[in-house]
């Protein structure tokens, strides 16, 4: 059974995303983080997420 919230594109209601992980480094270095940036698959528009503080679950 999975309690997975499902992300769904507040703009088409498309259900199918892109994950794409990523990183952000400030100009120090110091500050660096990852994000996640969830691409919906039918109108490109883009949902970012911090790790580890994000209502949604990824594997
Ligand atoms: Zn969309």
Redesign the pocket.
């Known amino acids: 059974m999975s309690n997975k919230k499902e992300l769904v594109?507040p703009?088409?209601q498309?259900t199918e995303f892109e994950k794409q992980e990523g990183k952000i480094d400030s100009k120090w270095g110091v500050t660096a983080h990852k994000i996640i940036l969830m691409i919906?698959k039918?109108?490109r528009?883009i949902l970012s997420f911090s790790k580890g503080r994000t209502i949604f679950d990824f594997d």
């Open positions: 594109c703009l088409c498309n919906c039918n109108c528009f």
